[in-house]
């Protein structure tokens, strides 16, 4: 009997525990500048169940295989490939659908891992810790004692921000809307950790003794990241990456007029599109250096089989989690 593999597959968009269907496929065979990788994990982003909703920019064609990250390992290699090697640990490209047990990629797109970090550590590297590390590198330029400040900074983007900006010298201001979450954060090393909220300007003058800050992170949107710009000095800069309350951003003339705040906004797979493989690199090298220490380990809640998509897209819909939902392949 030939072999196959399992995928997750959408033939229409939609809600995501509606439209997703466990299909059987057979295994990838690789072109000569292929390599067949053994998914070992991958994680459910929001930007995922956008995708399979069809409410993410470039709406792929259907059928297609959700996952815009994840992790496995070089089993097979086309005759052409030398880059990479079977056995190698590696993350795979964006725009490929990692919610599958087996799949081909070009070889030149997979970026190999040092072997001493865990495969689920290593699959949700891609997104949110790099994000955060473009976010604290190419908006203001920040040096060591400079504060930032953050909303749902209890997410895995929001997590890694806190743990590269305390690697490069940052002090934060982490806001979140729970507050049974403030003493872990802090623990993390938040600086400060605030409960959003009408009071928060006061509250992070208090807290920083009225420092100037000059950069805010948004992942919210609509009121929240208002009380971020609020926060912001003269010149301030406000770069938003998610609109979880689904609320768009109001901008009062008068934080431009008088405050003269930037606003700007930041998409990674745009960054990955455009960015050299050796920018990448240098990148996911700093990235690899900090998650060898056990930093940018993204929680997990709970890790789900491929066979139980529905529950797992259902459980990732759900707020209050204590980490990410992900699915784990048998190695
Ligand atoms: N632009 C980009 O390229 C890019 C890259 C990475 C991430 N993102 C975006 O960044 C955001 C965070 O992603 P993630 O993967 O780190 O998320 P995550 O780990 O799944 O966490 C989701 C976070 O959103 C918070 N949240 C949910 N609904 C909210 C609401 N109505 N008001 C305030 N907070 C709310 C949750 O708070 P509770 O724990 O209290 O529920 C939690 O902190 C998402 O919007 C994602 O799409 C964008």
Redesign the pocket.
């Known amino acids: 009997m030939s072999k196959t593999i399992k995928a997750i597959v959408y033939e229409r968009h939609g809600n995501p525990t509606e439209v997703l269907q466990i299909k059987t496929e057979p295994w990838p065979e690789p072109a000569v500048d292929e390599a067949i990788v053994a998914m070992r994990a991958a994680p459910i982003?929001?930007?995922d169940i956008?995708a399979i909703e069809g409410k993410y920019p470039g709406r792929r064609e259907v059928p297609a295989v959700p996952g815009f990250e994840g992790a496995g390992v070089v089993v097979e290699v086309g005759a052409n490939v030398s880059t990479i090697a079977k056995g190698a640990l590696v993350i795979l490209p964006h725009n490929i659908g990692t919610w599958r047990e087996a799949l081909a990629v070009k070889a030149s797109e997979l970026v190999a891992v040092p072997p001493e970090i865990d495969p689920v550590h290593a699959a949700m590297l891609k997104?949110?810790p790099m994000?955060a590390w473009r976010l604290l590198h190419d908006y203001v330029d920040l040096g060591r004692g400079d504060w930032l400040i953050q909303?749902?900074?209890?997410?895995?983007?929001?997590r890694a921000v806190i743990q590269i900006a305390h690697e490069l010298g940052y002090k934060t201001v982490n806001v979140?809307?729970?507050a049974e979450l403030v003493d872990e954060l802090r623990a993390e090393g938040g600086d400060v950790v605030l409960v959003d909220g009408e009071k928060l300007r006061d509250e992070v003058k208090n807290a920083t003794g009225g420092a100037a800050i000059r950069l805010g992170l948004n992942?919210?949107g609509g009121e929240?990241a208002l009380r971020l710009a609020n926060c912001l000095a003269f010149g301030g800069t406000l770069v938003s990456?998610?609109?979880?309350?689904?609320q768009p951003l109001k901008i009062p003339t008068g934080l431009l007029i008088f405050k003269d705040l930037r606003f700007r906004?930041?998409?990674?797979?745009k960054w990955y599109d455009d960015a050299t493989m050796q920018e990448r690199m240098e990148a996911f090298k700093a990235l690899f250096d900090m998650a060898r220490r056990g930093l940018l380990k993204t929680k997990v809640e709970k890790a789900y089989s491929i066979d139980e998509a529905q529950a797992a897209v259902a459980h990732a819909a759900q707020?209050?989690?204590s980490g990410?939902i992900i699915f784990e392949f048998n190695a």
């Open positions: 982003n929001p930007a956008n997104i949110n994000t909303n749902a900074c209890n997410s895995a983007a929001g979140v809307r729970r992942a919210v929240s990456f998610g609109a979880m309350s689904l906004g930041i998409w990674i797979n707020s209050k989690r990410k």
